[in-house]
């Protein structure tokens, strides 16, 4: 074998290690790329996933049978954000007769009652307690416990421990919430604003 016979043939093996260089290159970037790519729908799978339940607007029967019918207080509050404007209805429910320093319960609750949505990505709305408080005659009482549950369409925070230091007559309760709207998207969700909410109400020392 000649000087060029041996030149060309080590070219034609550089030359085809050179291409399979490439190919494997390629093909590496197309896994790379498929592998972003499915990590990027997992992400988006599990962020839809993970979303809170959101509320449907209940009608005006709905809420008269419903655990609103036992509040003792109701007020209705608006809470807008960037996917829409939201009517949340809060309840407030007590013994309004309590031996003193004897602990109780306080309930609030809210359900949705209107929506209007500004957003075509916005499947719905979900409300968020943020924290929430007693406070009698304006002193916080710092030993509560709060349970947040639902029932139906409706969300209970259950306010336990209350403590009633007062010895007779009547008392001024307040319940205060700090909310937050959570807008849940076909895909994905955003917190929204937050709001405080304040029920005020009556309780007997006897």
């Known amino acids: 074998m000649d000087l060029q016979e041996i030149s060309s043939l080590y070219y034609h093996r550089v030359n085809a290690a050179m291409k399979s260089s490439v190919i494997s290159a390629k093909n590496l970037k197309k896994v790379a790329g498929l592998g972003i790519l499915i990590l990027l729908v997992a992400v988006l799978l599990s962020w839809t996933v993970l979303s809170p339940k959101t509320l449907l607007p209940q009608t005006e029967s709905q809420i008269s049978e419903s655990l609103f019918q036992v509040a003792k207080t109701t007020r209705l509050f608006n809470i807008s954000d960037g996917e829409g404007s939201y009517s949340f209805l809060f309840g407030l429910d007590f013994n309004e007769s309590v031996s003193p320093r004897t602990p109780t319960i306080v309930e609030s609750f809210f359900s949705l009652v209107a929506e209007q949505k500004s957003s075509a990505f916005l499947r719905g709305v979900a409300l968020e307690?943020?924290?929430?408080?007693?406070?009698?005659n304006g002193i916080r009482d710092s030993g509560i416990s709060s349970m947040v549950t639902s029932n139906g369409?409706?969300?209970?925070?259950?306010?336990?421990?209350?403590?009633?230091?007062?010895?007779?007559?009547?008392?001024?309760?307040?319940?205060?919430?700090?909310?937050?709207?959570?807008?849940?998207?076909?895909?994905?969700?955003?917190?929204?604003?937050?709001?405080?909410?304040?029920?005020n109400g009556t309780i007997s020392i006897t």
């Open 129 to 136: 307690i943020v924290s929430s408080s007693v406070l009698i």
């Open 153 to 199: 369409a409706i969300v209970i925070d259950r306010l336990s421990g209350v403590d009633i230091n007062e010895t007779g007559g009547d008392q001024q309760l307040s319940a205060r919430l700090i909310v937050s709207t959570v807008d849940v998207n076909y895909i994905g969700y955003f917190g929204g604003s937050e709001q405080a909410v304040t029920l």
